[in-house]
Each structure stands twice: as C-alpha cells, then as structure tokens.
C-alpha cells in the first residue's frame, strides 16, 4: 500500500516558491543573482503596526482566541469593507484566517463536493487551482490572453458556466498579470453571474490597494449587490501593509459559509496567531498615509520595468493597472537560442537560461497557465530592476 495520499499526487509545488528558493540557494553559493521571484512588498511593515505588536505582547495578550478571530479585528474589518468598499457585514459575516490562503483554502474545503467545478480566469495565482483539487473539485481553466489584456470576458465566462458550476474566482489586480477591471468590465461579468443563480463568487482582493494612475478599484458585491448572497469577498493584510510573515487574511460573506469556515479552521489550525490578529487590527485601523508612498514607488517602478522590457528585442510587455507584477509574451524569443546554447523552445527554457546565464530569477509562465510568458515581481529596489532589466535586454540581443 503506497504511504503517501492520491490527493498529493494531484497537485504539485508552489513554482513561484521554487523559484525563489533556487534564487536564494545560488545566491548563497556566491552567484550574482537577481531575484523578481517572490511575490512580497520589499518594504518593512510599518512601524506603528509593529508596535501594536509588542503592545499585545506586553499586555499578555498571548493566548488562544476565537477561532476565526477576535472582535476587535473583526469590527475593523468590517468598518474596512464599510469604508472602503460601500458594503456592510456584521462581525457574524466576517472569518479571519493564517493568510488570504487559508481563508481561500477554508472556503473551498467547506463547499466543494466531488464533481463541482471552478471557474479560474488563466493566468492564475498558482495556488488557485491545486487548492481546488485539494478540497476534491474540478478547476475549470478559462485562458484569457494577451489580447484581452489578460482579463475574462462575459462571453467567455458565459460559456464556461455549467450545471456543475459552484464558484467562479474572481482576482483583481492579478497576480500574475497586474490587470485590474473596470467597473465596467467587472458589471458586464456580473450581469452575466446574475443569470447563472447556482454560481457564486470568491472575490481575491488581495492588490485592492496597489493600483496606479488613478485607476478605481472595485469589487463584484459593491458592482452588483444583487451578488451579496453569494459573493464572498476575501482580502487581507499581506500585500499592501507589506506584512506578508504576519499571516492574517479576512473574509466576509453570508454567514452559513462563514460558520463552516470556521468548522474547518477549529479542526485544523484554530485562530490565527493572537500577537499578528492585534497588529492587523492597527494596520486596518490606524494610519493609511503610508499607502501613498508606497504606491508611488510601486508606479514608478512598473514604469521603469515595462518601458525596459518593452526595450529587449522578441518581448512585449502589457501596462498593467495595479499589483506589483508584470506578465511579458516572449513569442519573439522562440526558436532562437541563446548566448550560453539553450535552445528557447518555451518559457521555461527561456527562464531557466536567463537564470543561468545571466543570475536573473522570474517565474515562468506556465505556472500560471498562459504561455509564452513570464511573471517578474518589481517588488524591489529601483537599481536592481534596471540592473536586472538590463542583464534582459542583453539576453534576448543575444538570441539567435
Ligand atoms: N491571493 C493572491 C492573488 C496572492 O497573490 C496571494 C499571495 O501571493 C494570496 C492570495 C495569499 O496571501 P497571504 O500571504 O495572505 O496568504
């Protein structure tokens, strides 16, 4: 009898965690390597939310909470959805998890019977399809390319729908691509999900706050509140108060969903860690202004890395509205072979040779199911990402 589960055998490894590990490995032996791997803020969270850390430390508040949080964190987030979403939910309708990805997984565990099938607009976080088959459903991919700026249309979603159909994920900005919708193009996918009653939606927030040139976030319940009912609106405190080792990730929805979230948490991992909960509840509540900033170095920063590879012969690199990635197609560099002799015959071979050969580490494409592509996170400093860009465009000159 074989030790180790069918279920495990049904998904693999994180690629971007790989990625990033082989980039620190290689730079612990020495090697000049580049990281635009890891999908995390380079700045250091801010300095009042730590304090309120060491405040709930100092104050013992050290101890097991209520599963799926306490009410102090639960009420800011709802004055949070209140604020800065239009939408109401009470402290009954709101689950804290260890990370967006718990609150993600707890979600999918708790709804999904075998045969249910999700809707996940590729590219995809790569972790959205494995955590379905995790939880025992069917991901149903929906390849939306360059030429949609990467971005599902209704007509595409329309078509993807089935009787099986129980959750449509839903990512804006995206990781991998950066794309925001509309509101607009978010009303146009939710009049079609108000046709389809049987599907409900999980809206990943994650960037809501990284977004640039003025560019209005929204989200499908404040879109169509005709949605309330079965949007569950998922968000949380990694990404933009760069507070990703802190693991504390919300949701909020109707509270049948919320109450088995919490079943499944209670018998896995109980209430996120109580020093992390106190420091979210200062991160919601507290100052923002330090989101400009870091905005306006993410901005600049998009800019200086689309112009640089829009640059590199064979590349092509879409502007996207917000997150701290960029997603460049890389079809002109097919066929060619490197410098170093690799011949580039997909996005893999291209990110592996640019890897080897010049210490420059992104992800490639298909991890994300849309290729030839690759993802670089420009969550680094300016002199890196020119650096980096630059050891790029020599690469792709240096096809032939
Ligand atoms: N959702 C998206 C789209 C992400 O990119 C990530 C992290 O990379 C998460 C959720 C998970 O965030 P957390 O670190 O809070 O688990």
């Not at 969270?45 to 102090?72: F, R, S, W």
């Not at 389809?196 to 560019?215: A, G, K, Q, T």
């Not at 980096?388 to 032939?400: E, G, V, W």
């Amino acid at each position: 009898m074989p030790f180790l589960s069918d279920t495990l055998s049904r998904i693999k490894p994180s690629a971007t965690i790989a990625v990033t590990n082989m980039a620190a490995e290689m730079k612990a032996a020495g090697k000049d390597v580049i990281g635009l791997g890891a999908g995390e803020p380079d700045f250091d969270t801010p300095q009042h939310i730590k304090d309120a850390a060491k405040a709930a430390i100092d104050g013992g508040k050290t101890k097991y909470t209520a599963v799926d949080g306490i009410p102090e964190l639960k009420k800011a987030i709802c004055a949070k959805f209140a604020r800065e979403n239009g939408l109401t939910y009470a402290p009954n309708q709101v689950s804290v998890g260890t990370g967006g990805k718990q609150i993600l997984y707890n979600a999918l565990v708790c709804t999904l019977n075998p045969g249910d099938e999700v809707i996940i607009p590729a590219p995809y976080w790569v972790s959205y399809p494995d955590m379905v088959l995790l939880a025992g459903g069917t991901p149903v991919t929906v390849p939306c390319g360059i030429e949609s700026h990467f971005k599902l249309t209704p007509e595409k979603l329309d078509a993807a729908i089935t009787p099986n159909t129980k959750w449509l994920i839903f990512n804006s900005p995206s990781n991998p691509t950066g794309a925001g919708y509309t509101r607009t193009e978010l009303k146009a996918l939710t009049d079609v999900l108000m046709k389809h009653p049987h599907v409900w939606i999980m809206s990943d927030d994650m960037y809501e706050h990284l977004v640039f040139d003025d560019f209005e976030f929204v989200t499908p319940a404040q879109v169509e509140p005709g949605l309330y009912d079965r949007t569950l609106t998922c968000n949380g405190v990694s990404k933009a108060y760069a507070m990703t080792g802190w693991r504390i990730g919300y949701a909020a929805g109707p509270v049948a969903l919320i109450k088995a979230m919490a079943t499944i948490q209670s018998q896995s991992t109980s209430n996120p860690n109580t020093i992390a909960q106190w420091a979210a509840v200062e991160a919601l509540n507290g100052p923002q202004d330090f989101l400009v900033e870091f905005r306006a170095a993410f901005q600049r920063r998009r800019n200086l890395v689309v112009e640089m590879l829009n640059a590199a012969p064979g590349i092509t690199c879409p502007k996207p509205e917000g997150a701290f990635y960029v997603y460049p197609d890389i079809s002109g560099c097919l066929g060619k072979t490197s410098g170093g002799g690799t011949a580039i015959t997909d996005d893999e071979s291209f990110a592996k040779a640019l890897l080897e050969e010049t210490g420059v580490a992104v992800v490639f494409g298909s991890a994300f199911g849309i290729s030839p592509n690759f993802r670089v996170s420009y969550a680094t400093s300016d002199a890196a990402l020119t650096e980096a860009c630059t050891r790029i465009q020599t690469f792709c000159r240096s096809l032939t």
